[in-house]
């Protein structure tokens, strides 16, 4: 008892006191951020996922649309009434169209036909063809589809490419391009499974990899397997997510530098 009271040795143990429990502290509070780190980085990773698979998918909204609250006219086609548009998205959308000759339409209002592989010019509500062959030609989503430009290509200008129709460029280079066409087919109409001369017009797109070098066009799924193949089975980093668009346009765009 003595010796505790002595004023010293007091200070010296409360000093040692303070240190452990100091110490003890700080190691706790260090776990904790870390594992708190972990887990804002864990929920960050989550919502980042969210929003990537929430990007706008204007033709499965269009198509939706067409199913669910189509109330214009039906179309003919053969023995068929069919419900929906074989324009792209169903409108015409601002943009300009280049003629092989070089002349080109600015600023006009562009109507993509995608059962005809056709593209024209709206004028009062009627497709209205260009003379001449198109060479290609880009138009400007409206905001309610994405807000997107996309540029598009006569087929006819790849050589030794036999496909018909026009192709949307998402990525191109020297050596590869990455292009999109979009399709449509005819497909029962789920709101009138029972009727049997009505039918839906269901757009969709295929994905496409073109060699330069080769002039080669590949028709792919966003799989590893089939981008690999048609990239020439390059090494290429993790980061690519060869099963979304964005990841491939990546792997292009790095295969071309």
């Avoid at 000759?101 to 024209?120: A, E, F, N, R």
């Avoid at 006819?156 to 449509?184: E, H, M, T, W």
């Avoid at 757009?203 to 966003?222: E, G, M, T, V």
Wanted: no cysteine; net charge positive; aromatic share 14%.
């Amino acid at each position: 008892m003595l010796f505790l009271m002595k004023p010293g040795h007091t200070k010296v143990l409360v000093s040692n006191i303070n240190i452990t429990y100091k110490s003890r502290f700080s190691i706790f509070e260090a776990v904790f951020n870390l594992y708190s780190m972990k887990q804002i980085l864990t929920i960050f990773a989550f919502f980042s996922a969210l929003i990537v698979s929430a990007q706008p998918d204007p033709i499965g909204n269009f198509n939706k649309h067409v199913i669910e609250k189509w109330t214009h006219d039906y179309i003919r086609v053969s023995q068929y009434r069919v419900k929906g548009s074989p324009y792209l998205l169903g409108e015409s959308f601002n943009g300009d169209i280049t003629m092989k000759s070089g002349v080109v339409t600015v600023d006009k209002k562009i109507l993509y036909d995608i059962y005809d592989q056709k593209v024209g010019v709206d004028l009062d509500k009627k497709f209205v063809a260009p003379d001449g062959e198109v060479a290609g030609f880009f138009i400007q989503l409206s905001e309610n589809f994405g807000g997107e430009k996309l540029n598009f290509i006569n087929a006819a200008n790849l050589p030794k490419v036999n496909l018909k129709g026009y192709l949307n460029v998402i990525a191109d280079g020297s050596k590869f391009a990455f292009l999109r066409q979009y399709r449509i087919r005819l497909v029962a109409d789920p709101a009138e499974m029972y009727s049997k001369d009505i039918k839906l017009f269901e757009q969709y797109y295929d994905y496409y990899i073109y060699n330069r070098a080769s002039s080669q066009l590949n028709k792919i799924k966003l799989k590893e397997k089939d981008v690999l193949e048609a990239l020439g089975n390059p090494s290429l980093p993790d980061k690519f997510d060869l099963y979304t668009a964005l990841g491939v346009r990546q792997a292009v765009e790095a295969m071309n530098k």
